[in-house]
């Protein structure tokens, strides 16, 4: 029989933000209850009726098995003051409930919703913190519409909230004139769920617009995958499989796409290529303005180059190689340069002797990479102020508008006679065409990478492309230096890169296989390296020395479960330390986490206190979190460059525990100690150039965990993840 129950959320015993099912303590004048159900988004203070069974659990006896529930204002004085310092309303804690309940009594959620100003008359309460609180509860009326109508089609509540950031006020109504905006705009949310929701409200299976979107989602499903392009004959078929239309309707819909120019139609002489507009600009873009770069012409003046180079290495106390040498002078000749070599080659050697000079002749130098830390190490290395590419094209806002854009382009091009770029390998197409159009004719462009590293994460694989082209001027460093050579970790990169047999566990030496045989195994070791071993042998600190990197996000030896193993050992609780349940694990303060998608909105400033503020946090971007605030609904992290950012709760879905993180999201970036399981595994993960990338991140010790057999596999597999792309085809074009 069902009953139906109104009281005060007394206390929130577990919720699973993800789905919203919650166990709740529920507690009126007459009685206590314990509600267990899908209710997202309730706070203690809050006032519930909720209807359903009451059930006996075996474990926790008697409780209300909520079938529906529904939120109501608080009625007496006491509840009102407990709903306002629940923390549901941000700003708003316990003590500054008290105070506005005081002053006005059974009146004050009306005065909260009608009337914010008059709250400003209590002090400590400014008009704009007055107002503010005003606009957050009406908010949360309209969250609370969303989750409801978005909890039909099985979209979770903290999905919800982050749709209602995005789309504001009058969200559904956005949504019922066109669901597939969901897929289109909102990060997670799958063609399928709006495709499901489309259904419901009526909208035909063969219509134009669902066909259109359909085409789209598959393009861009492509991109995520690295492709600029997609078959035409392939983006019918799965274009048709996933729509269950006809190809004829979908082939007259792609006609209306690139009359509109959302999409470009390329053809070949065997088949079409389909892109996105913008990755087809972006190729485009790219091949013209590499090529128009490279046909300048230099003439530096070579007659004193050697005595020049002579005194840059009794200055520095290097001697440089004949390719090091022949690179230098390439650099000083030519529009364009890439510079391609593994650890150990003297890349950092050639970029600091090619500063020297043209610094030395007067020309202004510009250097830049993709990453935040790799422009840290690019500035260690050289001793010249490198910035993140994002910085160099001075990303901001244009007039009042909230659309970010880079300030750098054609019209105000980098003030610069020369531009370095580093790390070249993680160089996406989009980003690589936004840079090239900053860079006016008659600016060298160095160009420098490991092209045996992994592509990019983002389309295209723009310098293993360049190089293939044989049309911009290149060169490769193969010789690894004596230095160097005393390191086992770059030795045995370059047998990896080889497939050749890596040298294990020489004493004193910096390479190390651990054998293990089950995951559970390799995992137990991986803790114990982290949390004892390591720090008690060689003094590394596990939180700022030591990077787990793994293959995989799932399984016991995936970056989910190691980071929560690897958060209980090195940064327990404690009553201390404030946390933040975030679907299946907590945030906790002293947490080591990552940035996990570019954020160009995201404000900074620095931790010195100094007046230097600005925006953009960029994935892979790590940091410590130093604050978590319950009652303002923030994390702040400190990140590595000494950048305070602030997290509102919504969108703490950008960042995760760092722990551990994959091998591609390691890209770009080195560390004194790296430790990488290695088992069994998909081919097609498991692979050369995987295995290399992880460990060309590490500068004094690498330890392997597990089997030498699944090693040797690893070495052996030289599988290669072809990308859909036509840079190479379009250099080439322009000098045929």
């Not at 392939?234 to 309707?249: A, F, G, K, Q, R």
């Not at 600091?352 to 830390?373: F, M, Q």
């Amino acid at each position: 029989m069902l009953v139906t129950y109104e009281g005060v959320v007394e206390e929130i015993i577990f919720t699973n933000e993800v789905n919203g099912f919650t166990v709740c303590e529920i507690q009126n004048d007459e009685e206590t209850i314990i509600a267990v159900g899908f209710m997202p988004f309730i706070n203690v203070g809050e006032t519930l009726k909720v209807t359903g069974k009451m059930v006996n659990h075996p474990d926790y006896g008697e409780q209300l098995k909520v079938e529906m529930y529904e939120k109501t204002l608080p009625k007496t004085i006491e509840a009102i003051e407990k709903y306002l310092g629940s923390g549901l309303i941000k700003g708003v804690g316990p003590a500054t409930a008290r105070k506005i309940v005081k002053r006005f009594g059974e009146d004050t959620l009306n005065i909260i919703q009608f009337h914010p100003e008059e709250l400003a008359t209590i002090k400590g309460i400014k008009l704009e913190k007055a107002l503010k609180i005003g606009e957050i509860f009406a908010e949360q009326k309209e969250l609370k519409d969303v989750v409801m109508f978005l909890q039909e089609y099985g979209i979770s509540p903290s999905f919800s909230a982050k749709i209602y950031k995005h789309f504001g006020s009058g969200t559904i109504e956005k949504i019922r004139s066109n669901p597939y905006i969901l897929a289109e705009e909102i990060h997670g949310i799958t063609f399928k769920t709006a495709d499901r929701i489309a259904k419901t409200i009526g909208i035909a299976p063969d219509s134009e617009h669902r066909i259109a979107s359909g085409i789209k989602y598959v393009l861009s499903q492509a991109a995520a995958a690295g492709h600029t392009f997609v078959r035409s004959d392939n983006l019918t078929e799965y274009t048709s499989n996933l729509l269950d239309v006809d190809i004829s309707n979908i082939d007259n819909v792609l006609i209306s796409l690139v009359m509109d120019k959302s999409v470009y139609v390329e053809k070949c002489e065997d088949h079409n290529r389909v892109y996105l507009s913008a990755f087809y600009n972006a190729e485009l873009g790219v091949a013209r303005r590499l090529f128009n770069l490279s046909m300048a012409e230099f003439k530096f003046d070579l007659k004193d180059f050697d005595k020049k180079i002579e005194a840059i290495q009794e200055k520095e106390g290097i001697i440089l190689a004949d390719k090091q040498k022949e690179a230098v002078r390439e650099a000083l000749t030519n529009g364009v340069l890439v510079i391609t070599g593994g650890p150990g080659t003297g890349k950092t050697t050639i970029i600091k002797t090619i500063i020297s000079l043209l610094d030395g002749e007067g020309y202004e130098v510009a250097l830049a990479a993709p990453t935040g830390r790799a422009a840290k190490r690019m500035t260690e290395a050289t001793g010249y102020e490198a910035k993140t590419i994002h910085r160099l094209l001075e990303i901001g806002y244009v007039g009042d508008g909230d659309q970010l854009v880079f300030m750098k382009t054609e019209g105000n091009p980098i003030e610069a006679d020369v531009v370095i770029i580093d790390e070249m390998s993680m160089v996406d197409i989009l980003l690589m065409n936004n840079l090239l159009k900053a860079i006016a004719y008659g600016t060298r462009l160095i160009l420098v990478g490991d092209v045996d590293q992994l592509p990019p994460v983002g389309a295209g694989n723009v310098l293993s492309d360049i190089i293939k082209s044989g049309i911009i001027k290149t060169v490769k460093l193969t010789e690894v230096f004596r230095q160097a050579r005393e390191s086992m970790i770059v030795v045995n990169a370059h047998c990896i890169n080889r497939g050749e047999d890596v040298v294990l566990n020489e004493k004193d030496k910096d390479f190390f296989l651990v054998s293990r045989n089950t995951p559970m195994e390799i995992a137990k070791t991986i803790l114990e390296l982290c949390g004892t071993r390591i720090p008690n042998c060689y003094g590394f600190d596990p939180m700022k020395d030591i990077q787990v990197l793994t293959p995989m996000r799932k399984g016991i030896v995936g970056v989910s479960n190691l980071n929560k193993e690897l958060q209980e050992i090195l940064n327990p609780q404690d009553k201390n330390k404030r946390e933040k349940v975030f679907r299946d694990f907590s945030f906790r303060e002293g947490d080591k986490v990552m940035q996990i998608k570019n954020n160009y909105n995201l404000k900074w400033e620095k931790k010195d206190n100094s007046l230097e503020n600005g925006t953009g946090v960029f994935n892979g971007d790590t940091g410590i979190i130093c604050e978590i605030d319950n009652e303002e609904q923030r994390v702040v992290v400190c990140f590595e460059d000494e950048k305070i950012v602030s997290y509102d709760f919504t969108i703490i879905d950008e960042l995760e525990l760092a722990y551990a993180v994959t091998v591609h999201k390691s890209q770009g970036s080195e560390f004194p100690v790296i430790i990488m399981p290695v088992f069994s595994g998909p081919p097609v993960l498991l692979t050369r150039n995987l295995l290399y990338t992880a460990v060309t991140r590490a500068r004094n010790l690498v330890i392997l965990v597990g089997s030498k057999k699944c090693l040797e596999d690893m070495i052996q597999n030289d599988r290669e993840t072809n990308r859909n792309s036509d840079l190479v085809g379009k250099l080439i074009s322009l000098v045929v």
